[in-house]
């Protein structure tokens, strides 16, 4: 009895797995999605240039300035007494700025000289008055604490041994020997119109 009810069994659990093969569910095949339409691709921007960087470079050795040369623009055409009296100012405004000890011993200088060589031109020359016939003969150069007549060619005077090298060295009017110096300024005078004209 037993063993028939496992018979049984079996068929009934054959029979179910035929029932289970025929009523299996029908396999569901699946449609395939239709394809989503890409978006459009959006164009990138292309990367910006970038500048390189600059190169360091040493700095440059700054050239010097080219010197300014002074063209000195020509001298109008004045008559000779106009010339004088404008080197006459010249010289009083540099006397007029002569500090004390010196100034009363340029003044008398001056005088002597322009007294002793009426022929002779003054003009402010470097800084000192100049005075020229045929060529420079003479200049009155003031120091700070003394003034200097220096004659341009002294060793060629006949009172040359009046001089010391080729100049006298005053430090007040007190000093001055009136007939020596009018002599000396004769004699420079004479000794440069003597000589040819300077070209």
């Known amino acids: 009895m037993a063993i028939a009810r496992s018979k049984k069994k079996a068929k009934s659990g054959s029979k179910a797995k035929s029932k289970a093969k025929q009523v299996a569910p029908k396999k569901v095949v699946k449609k395939p999605a239709p394809k989503k339409k890409a978006a459009p691709k959006v164009k990138k921007p292309a990367p910006k240039a970038t500048k390189p960087a600059p190169k360091k ?113 005053l430090t007040s009017v007190a000093e001055l020997k009136d007939s020596v110096l009018r002599k000396l300024v004769r004699e420079a005078v004479m000794l440069n119109l003597s000589m040819p004209k300077p070209t």
């Open 57 to 169: 470079v040493a700095p440059k050795a700054k050239k010097p300035a080219p010197k300014k040369v002074a063209v000195k623009a020509p001298a109008p055409q004045v008559s000779p007494a106009v010339g004088r009296a404008l080197a006459q100012a010249d010289v009083e405004g540099l006397m007029n700025r002569l500090p004390p000890p010196v100034q009363p011993v340029v003044k008398t200088l001056r005088k002597l000289v322009l007294e002793a060589a009426p022929e002779a031109s003054e003009v402010l020359e470097d800084g000192s008055p100049a005075y020229f016939a045929n060529g420079v003969f003479a200049r009155i150069e003031p120091r700070e604490r003394e003034v200097l007549v220096r004659f341009l060619k002294g060793d060629q005077l006949p009172s040359a041994s009046e001089l010391t090298g080729d100049a006298i060295t």
